[in-house]
């Protein structure tokens, strides 16, 4: 089972917007609405921003959101902060024997 | 406010066994699937093993089946990972992290490094 695709980097100024994609088949991303997106601070662990495709846990600012389209889901950032500058991995479920995959990750740089 | 702290980690010669704990805190901790996730030094995310609330299903990847055990201690509100065999691509930062709605990842605890090197 390969990592799911994303962007090596992506980059906004403050105030705009910028979209992060996550590219899988149809036997993980494209043929379930199990993709979740999570960002990460050097250092620090993991923090779950999305789950289900589009939902968003308490707590999680609603500049974050999350789309999927056939075997590609979507994670936009509205408004970036200079708080965004953080690695951002979406995972998806599989129905390989490996269950759970996640994406090659993508640094999110605010200019 | 859920916490999880893992602990266990530390340098193993190639071959060698490891076990890793994770103490839970601050959920129920007998009613939800846990699981551990790795991160080499650098690297990205990887799933390592998955667990359900009662321990009656346990699922692992290829890279780590036949070497690694996923088990849990309901009545201490502890998560464990057995590592036999190990190999200096197991280097990694080890997370816990609690089952979410159901195949995601909704708290992580801060890590432990295990280091494989001779």
């Known amino acids: 089972q390969s990592a799911l695709t994303q962007p090596a980097s992506v980059s906004g100024s403050p105030g705009q917007s910028i979209t992060i994609s996550c590219t899988g088949i149809?036997?993980?991303?494209?043929?379930?609405?199990?993709v979740s997106w999570y960002q990460q601070h050097p250092g620090k662990a993991p923090k779950l921003l999305i789950y289900?495709?589009?939902n968003r846990p308490s707590g999680v600012s609603n500049r974050f959101s999350g789309s999927k389209s056939g075997n590609t889901a979507s994670l936009t950032i509205s408004g970036l902060q200079a708080e965004d500058e953080a690695d951002y991995y979406c995972?998806?479920?599989?129905?390989?024997?490996?269950?759970?995959?996640f994406g090659t990750g993508t640094k999110v740089t605010v200019l | 406010q859920v916490q999880l702290v893992e602990s266990g980690g530390g340098v193993v010669q190639p071959g060698r066994s490891l076990r890793l704990s994770c103490a839970a805190s601050g959920f129920t901790f007998s009613n939800y699937g846990m699981h551990w996730v790795r991160q080499a030094p650098g690297k990205g995310l990887e799933w390592v093993a998955v667990i359900s609330h009662d321990e009656s299903n346990k699922y692992y990847p290829d890279s780590v089946k036949g070497r690694f055990t996923i088990s849990r201690d309901n009545s201490k509100n502890t998560l464990y990972l057995q590592m036999n065999s190990l190999r200096p691509e197991d280097t990694a930062v080890y997370y816990c992290a609690k089952r979410g709605a159901l195949f995601d990842f909704d708290y992580w605890g801060q890590g432990t490094l295990v280091t494989v090197s001779s």
């Open positions: 289900d495709v589009i």
């Open positions: 149809s036997s993980d991303v494209g043929g379930y609405n199990y």
């Open positions: 995972s998806s479920y599989t129905s390989s024997s490996t269950q759970y995959v």
